[in-house]
């Protein structure tokens, strides 16, 4: 999938832990860790906010496109 997520590199950067960071936003830490790992299908705008909130971040510090190889413009 060419969005990847970059929860664990803001998570390093604020010295977090997944489980920490779940408590902070208010979900189970495995959902965080569907999120985080890239095998989420969607991801709420409440639950970005919560995210930017807790890591004190934009939106795309957490979310970034790559382009498949394939890609053609």
Known sequence: MPVVVDIDV?????????????????????NLAVL?????????????????QALECQPGDLLRWEPDEGFDR
């Open 10 to 30: 803001m998570l390093a950067r604020r010295k977090m832990g997944v489980g920490e960071l779940a408590e902070r936003i208010g979900i189970t830490p495995t």
């Open 36 to 52: 985080k790992n890239g095998r989420a299908k969607a991801v709420r705008f409440t639950t970005l906010d919560a995210l930017c």
